[in-house]
């Protein structure tokens, strides 16, 4: 079965550093996905992306996050200068197609560290 | 705007006892309610959905949730566990605008033998 895969599987850095986090969605797929889990807080949702742009982004999502579609497999989520309170599970998804009918796949999430 | 609220952090329960995962939602429009499992070291997982018709949905392992409009709940249930169950719950809103999944904060199910 496809499934949305993502790496590293733990990311530790030091505060001000930037990070790459890297997914592989499912291959027909054509929406993506960031969420977050701060430790013992919600899901939240950071940003969409379709047809090479972003679609939606939270007010998480500021000028440190930017996100990348650079081959035709690999979906990246960089942050510029991280922040303590950057810590958090990061989740990758993606959907066939956007809209309420159509699941959200996630992959088993990169662990960001920041110290 | 959305917001979902799981009330029970969580949930111990025996093995072959059935178990109650609550959900209540707050939105103003149409809803799109989506449970979600996360078993150990694993990402998320789709259980069930409710986009329209029957209110009561199912899905493969046993698990049914009944969507409530009135009561703007979307409970989760299961009439007898079993040991594989032990994992994390997550009611989800689909809101169209953005295309995306808020979230409640998730109950841990915790299956004792």
């Known amino acids: 079965e496809p499934e949305v895969t993502q790496t590293p599987s733990h990311q530790v850095t030091q505060m001000g550093q930037e990070v790459i986090l890297r997914c592989v969605p499912i291959?027909?797929?054509?929406?993506f996905y960031w969420y977050r889990q701060i430790l013992g807080q919600k899901v939240e949702f950071l940003v969409s992306?379709?047809?090479?742009?972003?679609?939606?982004k939270s007010e998480i999502f500021d000028d440190q996050f930017s996100v990348e579609r650079p081959d035709g497999s690999n979906f990246t989520l960089k942050i510029r200068s991280t922040k303590l309170e950057d810590s958090a599970m990061y989740f990758c998804?993606?959907?066939?197609?956007?809209?309420?009918?159509?699941?959200?796949?996630f992959g088993p999430g990169t662990r960001l560290t920041v110290t | 705007a959305q917001s979902v609220t799981q009330l029970d952090s969580q949930v111990p329960v025996f093995e072959e006892a059935p178990v109650e995962l609550r959900c209540n939602y707050s939105?103003?429009?149409?809803?799109?309610l989506f449970w979600y499992v996360q078993y150990p070291n694993q990402g998320l997982q789709l259980l069930l959905k409710?986009?329209?018709?029957?209110?009561l949905v199912e899905s493969i392992n046993g698990f049914e949730a009944e969507f409530n409009k009135s009561q703007t709940s979307f409970h989760l249930r299961k009439p007898s566990v079993h040991i594989s169950d032990t994992a994390e719950y997550f009611c989800?809103?689909?809101?169209?605008?953005?295309?995306?999944?808020?979230f409640g904060g998730g109950t841990r199910v915790l299956v004792k033998p």
């Open positions: 291959s027909n797929h054509l929406y």
């Open positions: 998804a993606s959907s066939a197609m956007g809209g309420r009918g159509y699941e959200q796949y």
């Open positions: 992306f379709y047809n090479n742009e972003i679609s939606e």
């Open positions: 409710y986009l329209s018709g029957s209110t």
């Open positions: 939105s103003s429009v149409s809803v799109y």
């Open positions: 989800a809103v689909y809101k169209a605008a953005g295309n995306k999944l808020t």
